[in-house]
């Protein structure tokens, strides 16, 4: 059985596979995705980079369902959300070629002495390899795709195993609109890689640089690869990241957005909100309405309109959920909702007293598992906020505005929500620190992390 097949994790059935590229053809797709560079991406004018990215704009859209069908399969995310993942990777691409042309200006310099002039020009680096993860399959290869192909670089992805189709389905469209407005057709190219076959491509003098989102493991054996050869790398890794309520008005909307932050994309989402920090005054009935409303959200067939949990994303994701919880019950932490497993589908679970001498202290939940944590202080809050390795996003909830910009500069993250979840946008950078990586996707960072920031002088 190849590596790269789609099994419906609903059903556990294994609906397509697909080959794993040979080396040969390996070695052509390097050669495709320089040639476009060399021939196409660094010689064409901003505009036809920006059209091209536009254009794969307009084919999600117009194959919105067909897209959204195929990770409802891959991954078993509920219709309505892959609905929106195929809008939001839409915006994203339509965003760079928008905006691509002004963040790539010349950059002038003011000189501290002497005539003439000086400026920065920004081009592109050449071949990317991009190491994308399941859990979004287009809008993980949007961020990265998008602002590098306006950028002037060229594109080789490898998707997830369980993503195959997706990952065709894209590759098609950027095929198509390469064909229709002439472009090169090696702009961006998919590959269905082992990860032997991924250290020979890192390797590859061609190659410039490699964005991994994925796993600790995974970023880290990449990050040692690129290091070895000398290639610059972005890691979006993990996150563990703390839902902290200080204060509200409205506590029913409070427990409404830890929800939601916590079910979104079947709980399976890097930034998704995992550790629940409250204050004294509030935790009981926060706990309370939480565990209500949290639980309420039962596991369901991901292809009907409405339905906010499907199942995990395949059988080792749940059995490594299922592990993790039974070891915290095991370790001491007290359940306050759980239900049985069915198949890949996990009811929502809540913990209680977790400690730092258990692991569910350290570790990231992958799935609908919420750890609730009670403090006496907004200092008590950071401390327990900032004791994990990750550092990707952190939610602040609380009425004082000067509380929440302290809240925001003490924040071990790449990034600080205050009084809102699920606010990403095209134009906002996203990234983390520590263990959750190192650089930014999105917004106009996302367009200055592979790119020469050439430096012309000209002499007066």
């Not at 195929?70 to 760079?96: S, T």
């Not at 859990?135 to 992805?157: D, H, K, M, S, W």
């Not at 490594?320 to 049985?340: I, K, N, Y």
């Amino acid at each position: 059985m190849s590596n790269y097949a789609v099994i419906n994790p609903a059903t556990g059935e294994t609906l397509s596979e697909y080959p794993e590229i040979t080396d040969s053809a390996l070695d052509d797709a390097v050669g495709s995705a320089h040639a476009a560079y060399a021939e196409w991406s660094r010689n064409a004018p901003v505009a036809a980079r920006a059209a091209l990215v536009a254009r794969v704009a307009e084919l999600h859209t117009e194959r919105r369902d067909q897209l959204a069908d195929i990770i409802v399969r891959e991954m078993g995310k509920p219709l309505d959300q892959a609905f929106g993942e195929v809008d939001f990777a839409a915006a994203i691409y339509q965003y760079y070629a928008d905006n691509g042309a002004a963040f790539l200006a010349d950059e002038p310099i003011e000189l501290a002495d002497g005539g003439g002039s000086a400026f920065i020009r920004r081009a592109g680096l050449g071949v990317l390899l991009g190491i994308m993860p399941w859990n979004f399959p287009y809008y993980q290869v949007a961020r990265f795709a998008g602002p590098n192909v306006v950028a002037g670089n060229t594109i080789l992805l490898k998707h997830a195993p369980q993503c195959p189709e997706s990952a065709a389905a894209i590759a098609q469209i950027f095929d198509d609109a390469a064909a229709e407005l002439g472009a090169h057709t090696g702009v961006y190219v998919n590959i269905y890689a082992s990860n032997d076959q991924i250290a020979t491509v890192i390797a590859d003098p061609r190659l410039q640089g490699v964005s991994v989102t994925g796993s600790e493991r995974a970023g880290a054996a990449v990050a040692e690869l690129a290091g070895r050869h000398l290639k610059k790398v972005v890691l979006e890794l993990g996150g563990s990241d703390p839902f902290i309520l200080l204060s509200t008005n409205d506590l029913d909307a409070a427990v409404q957005d830890a929800v939601n932050a916590r079910l979104d994309n079947n709980g399976q989402s890097c930034n998704g909100a995992k550790r629940f920090i409250v204050i004294d005054s509030l935790y009981d009935q926060f706990a309370a309405k939480f565990t209500e409303v949290f639980t309420a959200a039962q596991p369901g067939d991901p292809m009907v309109d409405g339905t906010l949990l499907g199942p995990l994303a395949s059988a080792a994701a749940t059995e490594r959920l299922d592990e993790q919880l039974a070891r915290a019950v095991e370790q001491g932490a007290t359940v306050l909702a759980s239900g049985t497993t069915s198949g890949n589908f996990f009811p929502p679970a809540v913990l209680a007293d977790v400690t730092p001498e258990m692991d569910a202290y350290h570790e990231e939940f992958f799935g609908p598992v919420a750890a609730l944590y009670r403090v006496s202080s907004e200092e008590e809050a950071v401390t327990l906020a900032n004791d994990t390795p990750y550092g990707l996003g952190s939610y602040v909830y609380t009425t004082d505005q000067e509380q929440a910009l302290r809240m925001a500069d003490a924040m071990d993250a790449g990034m600080v929500w205050i009084n809102l979840v699920l606010g990403d946008s095209a134009e906002l950078p996203f990234g983390g620190v520590k263990r959750s990586g190192s650089g930014r996707e999105m917004g106009r960072f996302a367009l200055e992390e592979f790119i020469n920031k050439k430096l012309i002088r000209i002499a007066g």
